[in-house]
Structure formats: structure tokens, C-alpha cells
């Protein structure tokens, strides 16, 4: 595989700019036919966009924050399943960039660069809580490790070139095991069946004793004992897609009652978009949306400062910062993305037409993580001046 190498954040904007106008023109018909993006996946990886975030010294761009949450929002405002899938590639490049061996990075991020995908293989069902991982990494003889486990929700996966495989040791400290996707013992399932982000086969992992080499394996713990943006970068990118999904509801609301809507008889108007109730509710949903963005973009900007210099103090601030961010940018996706079917009348609930993609895609991926956890962070920080904990979830 090759793929372009993006210079700048100026190119990648463009970039994605571009592919998400690309992008638009099938994400109906892929959505309602569950037709997986492969060909998609592979404009993105070629376009050298999955490879932003490498490092300046291994010949990456090393895009800011504020770029790829933006880069990140173009994708979700067309296509919110083919936003998700690449969500935790970066976090698991990010994750070389913490605790990767020099040896490690310059080895992953040259298959970055050449437009490998990462996927995932994190959550899993059955177990007490999200961070209750029971996957095994188990030393063997000659200094390599055994993984054996199951996954679920493994966004990615399916399209991957390496998994990255959240898993303890014997010692219970987490690691992530990099491993390739058609190793021996690697079984991936589609069986992803949720009512949104329909073709981000986010199915099952089944790993059954897959030989691991030590060099493929990153101390995860260690980013936790000190001041960390692991939780505050992930994050960002999901409030970045649920402001997208937002953005491309709003846009497609404002199109279907221009061009398709009739107005109501009481109004006296000829046209739906004359109509001064429904351009009120339009305003008020675009002032929502703006805001989310503006948010997003200052949550960014704060992570961007933290990422420049890293203390406990900034760390905190950019944590709160993003959670902001995702608690608004959730609850602007779902209002918006129901607010269609309010404007544009009845005939937006026709299943042919596929409106009710944007509410379940934003319905769907809202449910990552509790936005009301996220509140009680930020009013402990602001009445008690208390920083919020060290995990991937904030």
C-alpha cells in the first residue's frame, strides 16, 4: 500500500474538505444497504489523512488538535459510520507517540505513513464495568506473549491492517498489544447490528492464543501515572463527530425544506422556508450548532496549549475543556438530528428517503460514554477547584 504524505494542517483541511464532499454522495445509500465503506477506507488511507498526527521526526505532518478535530467533523458531516472507524486509529497512534519504544515508533509510524489503518479491540461485554479488562497477555519461555480473549465493539477491526489489543499481564498492569489482523488465532465478526453507524462493523474479536512478540507489545499503564491527554484526544474526536453528525442534519433539514417541503396553509406563504416559525426553529438550531463548534474548536485549542506544555494543571484543563465540548456537542446531535422530522413534515419519515440516519447515528454514538459523568467532573473542577481522574474516558 502507499498513500500520499500530507505536508501541513492547511493540506489536510483541504484534504478532508474534499474527501467528505466525496464521501456525501453515497453515505445514504451505504447506510441503508449496510454496504461496508471499503473503497471509502481506502481513499482515506491513500489520501495520507490517516498519517496527520505522525510525528515532524518520523516525517509526519503532526497535525494540531484543532485540525483533526475538524478534519474529523468534515468526515461526520457526511458520513458519521466512516468518521467512527478511524477514531481509534489516532488514539492508538497516539498511543505509540506516550509509550512507544524508539524502536516501536519508527517502525508503526513508518506503516502509518504508508496508509496502514489501526483498529481496535477494547470493550468487551460481560464484565463489571468499561475498564474491567479480562483479556490476557501471558508471557511465554522465550520472552514473547500469548493473548487470548474476546472482544466486542471493535470499530475498525474488520478494515484494519494491525488491531490493538487492550490486555493485562500476570501483573494485572494494562498493555496494548499491536498485532496484525490476519495473524494466526485473530478471528474478526461482523456482527455488528446496532440501529446507527451501521457500517462501522464494530463486531467481535475472538483472539485464541495469538503469539504476541515482545516488541509489538506498549506499556499502557504507564500513561496514567502522570500528567496525560490519552483520555482528552480520544475524546475530542467524538465530540468532533457528534458535532458533525449535527452539521450534516442541520444542512440536510435546510435542503429538504427548500427544495421538498410545502408550507403550512395557515402560514400564507408560498414556500416552507418562508414561513417565520419555521425560520425561528431554524435559527435556534443553527445558534446550537455553532456553539457546539465553537466548543469543539476551543477544547481543541486547549488541548493544543496542554499537548505545548504538559502539566498537571493543563492536563486538568484540557480534560474539562473537552468534556464540555462532548456534553454539548451530544446533546446538539440528538436535538438536531430529531429536529429534522419537526421542520421538514411528514414525508421526511419516509424510510426510502433515509432522514432518520443522522438521528441514529448520533443516537448511537452518543451512548460511548455517560455525558452525566462528565458534568459532575466539571462542577467538582469548578467548585473545588478538583481535577478531574486519569483514564481514557476523559
Given at each position: 500500500?502507499?498513500?500520499?504524505?500530507?505536508?501541513?494542517?492547511?493540506e489536510?483541511?483541504?484534504?478532508?474538505?474534499?474527501?467528505?464532499?466525496?464521501f456525501?454522495?453515497?453515505?445514504?445509500?451505504?447506510?441503508?444497504?449496510?454496504?461496508?465503506?471499503?473503497?471509502?477506507l481506502?481513499?482515506?488511507?491513500?489520501?495520507?489523512?490517516?498519517?496527520?498526527?505522525?510525528?515532524?521526526?518520523?516525517?509526519?505532518?503532526?497535525?494540531?488538535?484543532?485540525?483533526?478535530?475538524?478534519?474529523?467533523?468534515?468526515?461526520?458531516?457526511?458520513?458519521?459510520?466512516?468518521?467512527?472507524?478511524?477514531?481509534?486509529?489516532?488514539?492508538?497512534?497516539?498511543?505509540?507517540?506516550?509509550?512507544?519504544?524508539?524502536?516501536?515508533?519508527?517502525?508503526?509510524?513508518?506503516?502509518?505513513?504508508?496508509?496502514?489503518?489501526?483498529?481496535?479491540?477494547?470493550?468487551?461485554?460481560?464484565?463489571r464495568?468499561?475498564?474491567?479488562?479480562?483479556?490476557?497477555?501471558?508471557?511465554?519461555?522465550?520472552?514473547?506473549?500469548?493473548?487470548?480473549?474476546?472482544?466486542?465493539?471493535?470499530?475498525?477491526?474488520?478494515?484494519?491492517d494491525?488491531?490493538?489489543?487492550?490486555?493485562?499481564?500476570?501483573?494485572?498492569?494494562?498493555?496494548?498489544?499491536?498485532?496484525?489482523?490476519?495473524?494466526?488465532?485473530?478471528?474478526?465478526?461482523?456482527?455488528?447490528?446496532?440501529?446507527?453507524?451501521?457500517?462501522?462493523?464494530?463486531?467481535?474479536?475472538?483472539?485464541?492464543?495469538?503469539?504476541?512478540?515482545?516488541?509489538?507489545?506498549?506499556?499502557?499503564?504507564?500513561?496514567?501515572?502522570?500528567?496525560?491527554?490519552?483520555?482528552?484526544?480520544?475524546?475530542?474526536?467524538?465530540?468532533?463527530?457528534?458535532?458533525?453528525?449535527?452539521?450534516g442534519?442541520?444542512?440536510?433539514?435546510?435542503?429538504?425544506?427548500?427544495?421538498?417541503?410545502?408550507?403550512?396553509?395557515?402560514?400564507?406563504?408560498?414556500?416552507?422556508?418562508?414561513?417565520?416559525?419555521?425560520?425561528?426553529?431554524?435559527?435556534?438550531?443553527?445558534?446550537?450548532?455553532?456553539?457546539?463548534?465553537?466548543?469543539?474548536?476551543?477544547?481543541?485549542?486547549?488541548?493544543?496549549?496542554?499537548?505545548?506544555?504538559?502539566?498537571?494543571?493543563?492536563?486538568?484543563?484540557?480534560?474539562?475543556?473537552?468534556?464540555?465540548?462532548?456534553?454539548?456537542?451530544?446533546?446538539?446531535?440528538?436535538?438536531?438530528?430529531?429536529?429534522?422530522?419537526?421542520?421538514?413534515?411528514?414525508?421526511?419519515?419516509?424510510?426510502?428517503?433515509?432522514?432518520?440516519?443522522?438521528?441514529?447515528?448520533?443516537?448511537?454514538?452518543?451512548?460511548?460514554?455517560?455525558?452525566?459523568?462528565?458534568?459532575?467532573?466539571?462542577g467538582?473542577y469548578?467548585?473545588?477547584?478538583?481535577?478531574?481522574?486519569?483514564?481514557?474516558?476523559?
Amino acid at each position: 500500500m502507499s498513500a500520499k504524505v500530507i505536508a501541513d494542517d492547511v493540506e489536510a483541511l483541504a484534504v478532508a474538505a474534499a474527501l467528505a464532499e466525496e464521501f456525501r454522495a453515497g453515505a445514504s445509500a451505504r447506510d441503508s444497504e449496510r454496504r461496508l465503506p471499503r473503497e471509502e477506507l481506502d481513499r482515506l488511507s491513500a489520501s495520507g489523512l490517516l498519517a496527520v498526527t505522525v510525528p515532524a521526526e518520523h516525517g509526519g505532518a503532526d497535525v494540531r488538535q484543532e485540525t483533526l478535530a475538524e478534519v474529523f467533523r468534515l468526515l461526520a458531516s457526511a458520513d458519521a459510520s466512516l468518521a467512527q472507524i478511524p477514531q481509534n486509529h489516532f488514539v492508538y497512534v497516539n498511543v505509540l507517540r506516550r509509550q512507544g519504544t524508539p524502536e516501536q515508533q519508527t517502525f508503526f509510524f513508518d506503516e502509518v505513513l504508508a496508509g496502514r489503518r489501526f483498529g481496535n479491540a477494547q470493550s468487551e461485554a460481560g464484565t463489571r464495568h468499561v475498564q474491567d479488562i479480562r483479556t490476557r497477555l501471558d508471557p511465554g519461555p522465550d520472552g514473547s506473549y500469548v493473548l487470548t480473549g474476546v472482544k466486542h465493539y471493535s470499530t475498525g477491526a474488520l478494515f484494519a491492517d494491525w488491531i490493538p489489543v487492550l490486555a493485562r499481564t500476570t501483573d494485572d498492569n494494562l498493555h496494548v498489544a499491536y498485532v496484525p489482523r490476519g495473524a494466526d488465532g485473530v478471528t474478526v465478526v461482523d456482527d455488528w447490528d446496532g440501529m446507527g453507524q451501521r457500517t462501522t462493523a464494530s463486531g467481535t474479536v475472538r483472539l485464541d492464543a495469538v503469539h504476541v512478540p515482545a516488541d509489538r507489545v506498549v506499556p499502557h499503564h504507564l500513561t496514567f501515572r502522570g500528567p496525560q491527554l490519552h483520555g482528552a484526544v480520544a475524546q475530542l474526536l467524538h465530540a468532533a463527530i457528534d458535532a458533525g453528525i449535527a452539521a450534516g442534519a442541520l444542512a440536510e433539514a435546510a435542503e429538504f425544506v427548500r427544495t421538498k417541503s410545502r408550507p403550512w396553509f395557515e402560514s400564507g406563504f408560498d414556500t416552507a422556508a418562508e414561513d417565520p416559525l419555521l425560520i425561528q426553529r431554524f435559527g435556534e438550531l443553527a445558534v446550537q450548532v455553532r456553539a457546539s463548534e465553537a466548543l469543539l474548536g476551543a477544547a481543541a485549542r486547549t488541548v493544543d496549549a496542554a499537548r505545548d506544555e504538559l502539566t498537571e494543571d493543563s492536563a486538568a484543563e484540557a480534560s474539562i475543556a473537552v468534556a464540555a465540548a462532548k456534553v454539548h456537542t451530544s446533546a446538539t446531535a440528538v436535538e438536531v438530528a430529531g429536529a429534522l422530522f419537526e421542520l421538514s413534515g411528514t414525508r421526511s419519515a419516509l424510510n426510502s428517503l433515509n432522514l432518520h440516519r443522522h438521528w441514529r447515528d448520533a443516537r448511537t454514538h452518543t451512548l460511548h460514554d455517560p455525558a452525566r459523568w462528565k458534568i459532575q467532573h466539571i462542577g467538582r473542577y469548578v467548585l473545588g477547584g478538583t481535577k478531574p481522574p486519569r483514564h481514557g474516558l476523559l
